[in-house]
């Protein structure tokens, strides 16, 4: 099943009196029940893409459906509502809220969609035990490792249970242990049938966990692999 499906995405910047045009026309689609990563150089355009999916930046021109919906259409409250329900984030820097627990950072977004407390809680320990963290859920930020942190940060993404979950080079901190923890966290995530997992990176670590590999280079894609997990 497509989760998300890309047509002819063109996204141009000004550059001064000058557009710099930075994707050229980008067509692929993104199965459902599988981890697809996105690579290549820096400032190859793999971010804007992820951005533009997201619904984060509008494309110059083209289309781009998640789950059926057109997100390059939807406007304003629409679109907040639709990535509130449909899609978690993870980035390569945690923003976790310094003075909340490491329980309440997980339940933020079921609490900004009126959850009450207790359930919000109750569901944000329940993935932190999951994840290895039960003895660290009442910690602030500042006494978690970077390890630590990042699987918070997973937590906060996961814990709506999301169709689609996005990943801005979510190992880049990371050292090489904590790195490989948090992909076969995310590979775990992406084994269901209704859900895809998308990765951004340049880190040829975790090229492993990916059941395809879809390689940029200057607003361009130039290779379309599947692995050895497809």
Do not use: W
């Amino acid at each position: 099943m497509q989760a998300i499906s890309i047509r002819n995405i063109i996204k141009d910047f000004r550059a001064g009196d000058e557009n710099l045009r930075v994707l050229h026309g980008i067509s692929t689609a993104i199965d459902a029940g599988e981890l697809t990563m996105l690579v290549g150089p820096s400032g190859c355009g793999k971010t804007t893409l992820l951005s533009i999916i997201t619904g984060i930046l509008t494309p110059t021109s083209g289309e781009v459906d998640v789950l059926g919906e057109r997100i390059t259409a939807m406007r304003g409250r629409a679109k907040v509502e639709f990535r509130r329900r449909m899609l978690g984030f993870i980035f390569q820097q945690y923003h976790l809220l310094p003075a909340l627990t490491a329980a309440e950072n997980a339940a933020v977004t079921l609490l900004a969609a009126g959850e009450s407390f207790t359930c919000a809680m109750d569901k944000s320990r329940a993935l932190l035990a999951h994840l290895g963290l039960e003895a660290h859920s009442e910690k602030l930020p500042r006494q978690l490792s970077g390890g630590q942190q990042q699987r918070v940060a997973i937590a906060r993404a996961l814990v709506h249970a999301p169709r689609v979950i996005v990943c801005d080079e979510p190992t880049a901190a990371l050292d090489a242990q904590a790195g490989l923890q948090v992909m076969q966290m995310l590979r775990e995530a992406a084994l269901q049938p209704d859900r895809a997992v998308l990765v951004v990176t340049h880190d040829s670590r975790i090229y492993s966990y990916a059941d395809r590999i879809i390689t940029m280079n200057d607003g361009a894609i130039i290779s379309d692999e599947r692995t050895a997990h497809a």
